[in-house]
């Protein structure tokens, strides 16, 4: 089996590159940038283009059986940024992996595409996967329109595409909201690989979440193709909340895109 994934040296891509190392699997790993050498143990070939040149993405997609894309603008950015790289490149991965017959595709969706709900929202068993949009920034809104894109591939031409609205992907919470939206690496690749084992994938939204006691995105999504998550974050509370619990009446910990909801438009984050 060969496993494209677009944006492989980015933050999350490094996380799950060794976690996705299976024998029998070749990792097809792709960046903009210039990426660490092999390990002793990993089938790996390495794959220097942008997701926005189509003739590279083409070549990237020969032979694939499946595409990981992780690839773009991972934060806020300007407009023309943004439009080119996450909204044209993911046009630009999906067609190349049409054309090539690639089956399926997981496409690296964001909570920032739904950033607008709050907890009042969530009802008792939380915010469904499948929420409508509520982007919070022009970020929010390319991963609203990478998901539109995968539903039209999907209904258009039978490709079977997933799309993983991730929280906090991190090595640790690293704050008191990730103590909620905490995908931890490990539960990462768990998601992933009931993605690529799932029978009839269709087209589904899915929330990329650890089994967090402080979550408020319910996991029934995930769990309908076999994701069931480990993690949690409560063992991260304590060095978190630093002694006292957290004002939930906060606007960066009441509303979905936290501190998002707030940034500019279009300004450059880092």
């Not at 190392?21 to 990426?35: H, K």
């Not at 220097?48 to 003739?55: E, Q």
């Not at 022009?138 to 990478?146: D, E, N, P, Q, R």
């Not at 978190?240 to 957290?246: C, I």
Request: proline share 8%.
């Amino acid at each position: 089996m060969i496993l494209l994934v677009t944006g492989a040296n980015g933050g999350i891509g490094r996380l799950l590159r060794p976690r996705l190392a299976r024998p029998g699997r070749t990792l097809r790993l792709l960046d903009i940038a210039s990426q660490e050498p092999v390990g002793p143990h990993e089938d790996v070939e390495l794959v220097t283009a942008s997701v926005t040149d189509p003739d590279a993405m083409a070549a990237a997609c020969a032979g694939v059986d499946a595409v990981l894309h992780l690839g773009g603008y991972s934060m806020e950015a300007p407009w023309p940024d943004i439009l080119s790289v996450n909204v044209d490149g993911t046009r630009t991965v999906l067609e190349a992996a049409r054309h090539a017959g690639v089956p399926r595709v997981i496409l690296a969706s964001s909570n920032h595409a739904v950033g607008y709900y709050t907890r009042a929202d969530a009802g008792p068993d939380g915010i469904p996967a499948d929420a409508p949009a509520r982007p919070d920034t022009y970020y929010g809104f390319s991963k609203v329109a990478m998901e539109a894109l995968g539903s039209l591939y999907h209904e258009r031409y039978g490709m079977g595409v997933l799309c993983l609205r991730i929280g906090t992907c991190l090595a640790k919470p690293g704050s008191v909201r990730g103590l909620s939206t905490w995908l931890s690496p490990d539960d990462g690749a768990r998601l992933v690989e009931a993605c690529l084992a799932v029978p009839e994938p269709g087209f589904r939204l899915i929330w990329g979440i650890s089994r967090n006691t402080r979550r408020w995105w319910s996991l029934a999504a995930g769990e309908e193709i076999g994701y069931h998550p480990v993690d949690d974050s409560e063992v991260y509370a304590a060095e978190s909340l630093v002694g006292s619990e957290p004002d939930l009446d906060d606007p960066v910990l009441n509303v979905l895109g936290g501190p998002f909801c707030t940034v500019p438009l279009g300004s450059r984050m880092q």
